[in-house]
């Protein structure tokens, strides 16, 4: 890959949480991958392998305390800028409870200052995106965990972001939710080309999203694999009668269930 085609490179990063008791977690170690622009990557490991602290060091929550980051120049509606512009999708929907879905999806748009008229007309075109035209004046209490998840959705597509990071954000729902949203959610990135890196514990979701899946090993977190998704698209619930849907099913299943049986001897307080 040629820098061009490099939004985000982390370069041997790792990250070890510092302890008051003295035994410090290393959550990353010498984590080394790229985020190609106009592509979705899925990161997919056990629990607790590193994979929200990763999200949150390419957002730059947290300074990763080995290695670093390289930003790749991206060229969007405000230039040429140095870095691109991110917004985080959460598992949890993290709406302000006593703000109308409008207010909750123009709070970001305020705090940057674009005027009320652009405001609008942005958030209308994002609650439409994610099929809640009429919905606009309703609380976050008056609507299901899907629909307050296509808020958030919602929310960070209104910032126009470069970069879309979704943290687990389907996995609060029940099943069928999940299957319809992880449908829209692929015909959203399918028509509009934007990068995202999408963590996940299902393989399914991964399949059906990612044009990338980066397979995690048990904490601390490195790359255990790089797959290349080559499904044709656009992808729906036929994408899984693909015959090498099953193949690369079957590869992703055998290198996780490797690391998830490492985390529970770690967990467990074994050796690995
Ligand atoms: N602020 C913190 N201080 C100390 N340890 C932390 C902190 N945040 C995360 N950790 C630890 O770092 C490791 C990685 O955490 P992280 O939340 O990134 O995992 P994850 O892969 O997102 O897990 P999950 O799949 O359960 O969401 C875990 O062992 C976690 O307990
Ligand atoms: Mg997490």
């Given at each position: ?45 056990p629990s607790g392998c ?32 140095p870095r691109p512009a ?187």
């Amino acid at each position: 890959m040629s820098a061009s085609e490099v939004a985000i490179e982390f370069k041997d990063v790792g990250l070890t949480f510092p302890s008051a008791a003295g035994d410090a977690v290393v959550a990353l170690d010498n984590v080394r991958c790229r985020f190609a622009p106009g592509k979705v990557t899925a990161i997919i490991g056990p629990s607790g392998c590193g994979k929200s602290t990763l999200l949150q060091i390419a957002r730059g929550f947290l300074a990763p305390t080995r290695g670093s980051l390289r930003f790749f120049e991206i060229s969007n509606a405000a230039g040429t800028v140095p870095r691109p512009a991110m917004s985080i999708v959460w598992q949890e929907f993290n709406l302000f409870p006593w703000l109308t879905v409008m207010e909750n999806v123009t709070f970001g748009l305020e705090l940057r200052g674009v005027p009320r008229a652009e405001r609008d007309a942005r958030a209308h075109k994002a609650i439409s995106a994610v099929d809640l035209s009429g919905f606009e004046s309703k609380y976050p209490r008056q609507l299901s965990g899907g629909m307050k998840q296509r808020v958030g959705i919602a929310r960070a597509l209104v910032m126009e972001p470069d970069v879309l990071l979704l943290d687990e954000p389907f996995g609060a729902l029940d099943a069928q939710t999940r299957l319809v949203l992880q449908e829209q959610l692929a015909s959203l990135v399918e028509t509009s080309g934007t990068t995202a890196i999408l963590v996940t514990h299902s393989i399914d979701e991964a399949l059906l999203l990612a044009d990338t899946i980066i397979v995690m090993t048990a904490r601390p977190g490195r790359i255990a694999e790089e797959i290349d998704v080559a499904l044709p698209r656009p992808r729906s619930m036929a994408t899984t009668h693909d015959p090498n849907y099953a193949v690369l099913f079957d590869r992703i299943y055998g290198l996780l269930r490797d690391e998830v049986m490492r985390a529970m001897v770690i967990e467990s307080g074994g050796q690995s």
